[in-house]
């Protein structure tokens, strides 16, 4: 079988590495198409994941994605062309919410899955949710919800959270802390910023920036009786070339220039703080505290992490906890989940 995948965010790269390595495992060809946006092609690198670059992002406009959507699903059509000449046709084609992957597939008469956590970026799941035949989503989303983008008798739900299933395999490196410069014994803090390119994020984030100001002091010596909380590293990842430029300037943080092992960041972090999804759930699944930022809807994924106390919602930048926990390993009792099970619902166009 002929397996087509597509990838557009960095967050994709995670979730369907192993994946392809199942199918690849299973005798399948996987052939992998990645958009150049945020550090996508960067962690395909690191993970050594063969991968064909097409396309870009064009903007956070809804003008600019309508253009990038219509340019990019142009070019993944004369891509997957050029393939089956050469190497036969596709079977089916999976994406993470990839609208370019979901219009080029229908375009060429292929079976397509998708898949997302958040169930509000209504304008994406109206392009994917109709087009896709299936659509893998966590089972805290109630399926009632994605009926209006048209997915209706498509539903295939999971156990628990997608990190859980990725994250199966992974161990911590203490390697990651040596090549940032951080010292184990004080307190560090892993920040991910907003995703202010997204179309479900579209205002200011008064309060991250409230955050990164109290950090940004906390970076020196402690003016309390508490040493605990005494030179706070703060790592601060960006979503954007943009986002990295400002960071830069401002004292007191450190903002990688390549993709890192940030899972392994999480992992020996003593509080993470982040105003998108996928990193909040990392800690989640990783056993580290970790607060959310984010101001838009939030998702049935979140709603339940938070009703359950593994997530907090924070109010105000003073409520941070910035004193180190106690000296421990990664929790053993962490849930992890078979990736195989995500091939099962990924691959439901041809019958499991």
Known sequence: ?????????????????????????????VEVTARDFAQTLQLLERFGMAHTAVGRHRGERLADKAVGLASRSTALVRWARAQACEH???????????????????????PCSTTFDYEWAAVQHHVNCRLAQAVVVPEAIPPERLYRYGATGKVRAYEGLKEEYYLADFEPDPGVLGELGLDPARPIVVVRT????????????????DVLERLRDAAGPSDTADA???GVQSVVLPRTDAQRLQ??????????EQAIDAQSLIAYADLVISAGGTMNREAVALGTPVYTTFEGRLGAVDERLIGEGRLRKL??????DLAKRDARSVSSDRIRRDPRRLVELLLAPLGG
């Open 228 to 230: 605990s909380c005494e």
């Open 315 to 320: 109010g105000d930048a003073a409520e941070l």
């Open 247 to 256: 960071l830069r300037e401002v004292p007191g943080f450190e903002v990688p």
């Open 88 to 110: 036969g046709r596709f079977d089916i084609a999976l994406g993470h919410g990839s609208n370019d992957v979901s219009v080029a597939a229908r375009l060429l008469r292929i």
């Open 1 to 29: 079988m002929r397996v087509w995948i597509d990838l557009t965010n960095s967050p994709h790269v995670l979730v369907m590495r192993p994946v392809v390595e199942l199918l690849r495992r299973d005798g399948h060809e």
């Open 194 to 209: 907003p995703p202010e390119v997204s179309l479900y994020h579209r205002f200011e984030n008064d309060l991250f920036a």
